[in-house]
């Protein structure tokens, strides 16, 4: 992928407006310095969504998402950075430079991609103009899917007769390996290809962004196997991929949830009846890939299975997918002896979506198939308590953490400390929260007033910069959290003189970048004569809660001293425990004569 500098990007993002971009795809009107409207990212009623046209950021205060004009497109059009960037470069007239082009390094790839997009094309035809896709067709008419679906899915068919996709690709100008590198025909050696489909029903399999990437294929007949995908290439990923993603994206966004089935024909008989936001993982099982790539567009996740044991087990098989995609998902469950196909098309759209409010929570339907599993006596519950926290370990949110920790205790009976401290193979005892702090466990900034308000004081106003800019003490006492967004800001500032907001975060990881973007909104707030009183303030505080950090661990030190009785340990550390003590009296009285303006 081609790199575009600084300075170019910086030069679209000046010439460019994040209201008209953002305007494209919402409405927003006008609120003091702000624009807000109806997050896209998240159902809601009152708007929450706010962007900022001189810092060229935005926020929702709803959902928690942010950024710039490259984020926006990013999140809303599911684009990769440099896609965004030419984007916007395009609508401004920003001239890229031929290596500047994201792709431009890339050109292989690109040829691939239209390489699938012109088979796709030629199993299109087939399907109607071929003499073979009138069985096809018939097949399609006795699955009840009509040509309406059949186009919007752009399916297609692989004759068994005739030259074949081989040839015509050939006949097309394609150069042939390729072909072969993705999996579209195969090599026989002494340059002879054969075709990798054929009498097949074909399904595309198109990526979020509209590119094919790969082909599902079904036999008509009692061939095998029954269904047939398209090889790992570097297009190509079955456990990343979802089939009917590009087509359920909007519905999913609208509906704000997503039904994951198995098979390609699920989909088409769901999106038909009218359930749009319908996605397959193509005869696999789900991954934790897959649950990422849904989780940029919802949350909510139902899973369906069938009804049958087979179907528990992946059930609660899935619950481990979940948390490692970092979602805790829905499980729903069909009779038995149904599948989501033939269930919809010979009870209609309302007594599936009956079946869909029936879902349960992913962690209580795991928790009750492991007690069904492993019985209610006390070496059950053992077991149970060892799975269970197998699985919590891998919980990302602290706050996830808790809650599954106390909803699992109370479903199974089992002491919650069981479920967060279980030994290792080794007999030692490990935690569910492990050694890292929360915030660099879940990769979030964590939530502190102090350092929060900081930060947006330090976006906003220049002699906050200056102040902080001499404080050696400050990367002390903040959270580890905080340490590497202020010393961003600070070294921005040391730089340049300036914190561009644009430039800061085209270097920071997403979850920084929204932190920092809501964070410059709620500054706008702030009046300038505030300004030095609350840096103080925040300082102060922040000076305190490390000093009684201090105090606690030399509290710890001393009983530590007193129990080995090392008399000499123990009265150097009540020498500098007092002097920590000392330091807290001063700074609570400086406080105070901060707050009450006495000097």
């Known amino acids: 992928m081609g790199m575009i500098g600084e300075d170019k990007i910086l030069e679209i993002r000046g010439k460019s407006s994040i209201v008209e971009v953002v305007s494209d795809h919402l409405t927003l009107k006008k609120m003091g310095q702000n624009y807000v409207g109806l997050c896209p990212f998240h159902a809601e009623n009152t708007p929450s969504f706010t962007v900022n046209e001189e810092k060229g950021i935005f926020h929702c205060f709803g959902c928690g998402v ?5 984020s926006f497109l990013m999140q809303f059009e599911h684009l990769s950075f ?4 030419e984007k916007v470069a395009k609508r401004y007239g920003v001239q890229l430079d031929r290596l500047e082009r994201p792709f431009a390094k890339n050109q292989r790839s690109d040829r691939l991609y239209r390489l699938n997009e012109r088979a796709a094309a030629y199993f299109h035809k087939a399907l109607s103009a071929h003499p073979e896709g009138k069985r096809a067709l018939q097949y399609l008419k006795t699955r009840g899917i009509d040509e309406r679906t059949s186009r919007r899915f752009y399916l297609g068919y692989a004759p068994s007769s005739g030259p074949g996709l081989a040839a015509f690709l050939q006949r097309d100008g394609w150069p042939l390996r390729d072909a072969v590198s993705i999996a579209l025909v195969t090599d026989r050696g002494n340059d002879k290809y054969g075709d990798k489909f054929f009498g097949r029903l074909i399904f595309p399999i198109i990526d979020a962004g509209g590119k094919v990437t790969g082909f599902g294929g079904r036999t008509l007949g009692d061939g095998l196997p029954k269904y047939l995908n398209s090889a790992e290439t570097p297009l190509f990923h079955k456990g990343a991929q979802l089939y009917g993603l590009f087509q359920a994206k909007e519905g999913i966004r609208s509906m704000d949830r997503v039904v994951v089935v198995e098979g390609y024909l699920d989909v088409l008989a769901l999106s038909q009846a009218g359930l749009s936001w319908t996605v397959a993982t193509m005869g696999t099982a789900l991954t934790p890939d897959h649950v990422r790539l849904l989780r940029r567009y919802t949350k909510n996740v139902i899973a369906l299975f069938d009804g049958d044991e087979a179907g528990r087990k992946a059930a609660a098989r899935s619950f481990e997918i979940f948390v490692e995609g970092g979602l805790l998902g829905q499980a729903a469950f069909l009779p038995q002896g149904e ?17 869909l409010e029936q879902a349960v929570p992913m962690a209580d339907y795991y928790f009750t198939w492991l007690q069904g599993r492993h019985g209610a006596n006390i070496e059950g519950k053992s077991q149970i308590a060892q799975e269970v926290s197998r699985v919590l370990a891998k919980v990302t949110s602290p706050f996830e953490v808790d809650l599954l920790s106390r909803r699992a205790a109370e479903f199974l009976g089992i002491r919650e400390e069981l479920l967060r401290h279980q030994p290792d193979k080794a007999g030692k ?17 964590p939530e502190d007033r102090a350092e929060s308000s900081l930060v947006a004081l330090m976006l906003r106003f220049p002699e906050v910069l200056r102040r902080l800019e001499k404080e050696e003490f400050l990367e002390r006492i903040v959270h580890p959290g905080w340490k590497e967004t202020l010393a961003c800001i600070l070294s921005e500032w040391r730089e340049r003189g300036e914190v561009n907001l644009a430039r800061l975060t085209l270097n920071l990881p997403p979850h920084q970048a929204s932190a920092l973007a809501a964070l410059a909104i709620q500054g706008e707030s702030i009046q300038e004569n505030e300004s030095r009183q609350m840096t103080e303030d925040c300082l102060l505080h922040l000076h305190l809660k490390y000093l009684k950090g201090l105090e606690s661990d030399l509290c710890r030190a001393i009983r530590l001293a007193e129990e080995k ?3 000499k340990a123990r009265k150097e550390r009540i020498l500098e425990w007092q002097e920590v003590v000392q330091k807290e009296r001063n700074l609570e009285q400086q406080r105070y004569t901060l707050r009450t303006g006495l000097r």
């Not at 005892?429 to 900034?445: D, E, L």
């Open 66 to 70: 942010g950024g710039n004009i490259f």
């Open 82 to 85: 440099p896609e965004a960037v």
């Open 339 to 355: 599948d989501p196909d033939t269930f919809v098309r010979s009870r209609g759209r309302q007594a599936l979506e009956s079946v």
């Open 429 to 445: 005892a490990v935690t569910n929260q492990g050694q890292a702090s929360p915030a660099a466990h879940s990769g979030r900034i």
């Open 565 to 567: 009785m090392d008399e």
